[in-house]
């Protein structure tokens, strides 16, 4: 195997997975969690009358990352993971982020303010 990988996957599976851009509209702390940051995020989901919706996505990025320095900033997330639920809450996505081997986590930002709901392709 030429790369570096666990395992490969088709074109086909990774073609499944949905990466959208996120606007970060509030972020805070999960009660009782040393880890999780509860993020609302606008990524381009809308309600029966058109509207846009908040979508909740709980992260395990809170010891590295203050929730009020994420308010406002777009990332990337995997938009179409079951819901999952977490410390009592209902997760609904994924935050992309690398992890680097002295566990120093980055999340994953678009170059340019783009705003969510932006498919990435």
């Known amino acids: 195997m030429p790369y570096n990988s666990v395992y490969m996957i088709s074109y086909d599976d990774f073609a499944k ?8 509209v509030t972020a805070e702390r999960v009660p009782n969690s040393e880890k999780l940051l509860r ?20 992260a395990g990025i809170g010891k590295q ?16 993971l079951e819901p999952r639920s977490l410390m009592g809450e209902v997760s609904n996505g994924m935050i992309v982020a690398a992890t680097n081997g002295d566990g120093v986590i980055s999340i994953l930002q678009p170059d340019k303010p783009i705003g969510g709901g932006w498919k990435i392709k």
């Open 65 to 80: 990352y203050e929730p009020e320095l994420l308010v406002g900033k777009d990332i990337v997330i995997v938009a179409n």
């Open 39 to 58: 993020l609302s995020l606008q990524v381009g989901d809308t309600n029966e009358t058109g509207e846009l919706v908040e979508r909740i996505v709980l």
């Open 17 to 24: 997975v949905e990466l959208k851009t996120a606007h970060v």
